[in-house]
Nanobody, 117 residues
Framework: QVQLVESGGGLVQPGGSLKLSCAAS????????MGWSRQAPGKERESVAR???????NYADSVKGRFTISRDNAKNTVYLQMNSLKPEDTAVYYCNAKIPFSTREYWGQGTQGTVTS
């Protein structure tokens, strides 16, 4: 079992930055593929960034060059640094963990990020 708790959301002006954190409980963090997804009002949830246990990283085209995902296995924590934020980045951001070679997948409760002037 993996429990995920996000933090770091908030209100920021366009061009500003936010850093999200996701703390994971349990012993599977080091082998899990970790990611961030977001869901804006009236839209489907979309994957934003993912990082494997081996260090490979993927980003959605819409955030490349602006967002950075990182993980600290010693702290069981994954981060999402969001820079040059735009109003269209406004969404609830969810942390996600997938366990390789299994169907196990876990989600956090979400944290709101709002970009507005």
């Amino acid at each position: 079992q993996v429990q995920l708790v996000e933090s770091g959301g908030g209100l920021v002006q366009p061009g500003g930055s936010l850093k999200l954190s996701c703390a994971a409980s349990g012993t599977l963090f080091s082998i899990a593929e970790m990611g961030w997804s977001r869901q804006a009002p009236g839209k489907e949830r979309e994957s934003v960034a993912r990082t494997s246990s081996g260090g490979s990283i993927n980003y959605a085209d819409s955030v490349k060059g602006r967002f950075t995902i990182s993980r600290d296995n010693a702290k069981n924590t994954v981060y999402l640094q969001m820079n040059s934020l735009k109003p269209e980045d406004t969404a609830v951001y969810y942390c996600n963990a997938k366990i390789p070679f299994s169907t196990r997948e876990y989600w956090g409760q979400g944290t709101q990020g709002t970009v507005t002037s």
